[in-house]
């Protein structure tokens, strides 16, 4: 699954936007705290999700089509035939 890679690079992306945001003035400070905050609470959000859903399927639940369903992260649109 190539989705749980991204949102670890996407994470390590997160926080060097936060961490590099502490080293900018004033207008871009706050931009690049908010910007790296949206960015880790993405990535976390997906991460867990993720998690969730594979759990999900490993104890029990339908590996069909269906955990795609509920988690917003893995849901991608079918491809037109």
């Known amino acids: 699954m190539i989705v749980a890679p991204l949102l670890l690079i996407a994470l390590a992306g997160g926080y060097a936007v936060l961490v590099m945001s502490q080293h900018q003035q004033s207008p871009l400070d706050a931009l690049g705290r908010w910007l790296g905050s949206f960015i880790l609470l993405v990535a ?11 759990l999900r399927c490993r104890y029990g ?18 491809a037109p035939r």
């Open 44 to 54: 976390l959000t997906g991460l867990v999700c993720t998690a969730v859903c594979a």
């Open 61 to 78: 639940g339908a590996c069909g089509a269906a955990p795609r369903m509920t988690c917003p992260v893995l849901s991608l649109p079918a």
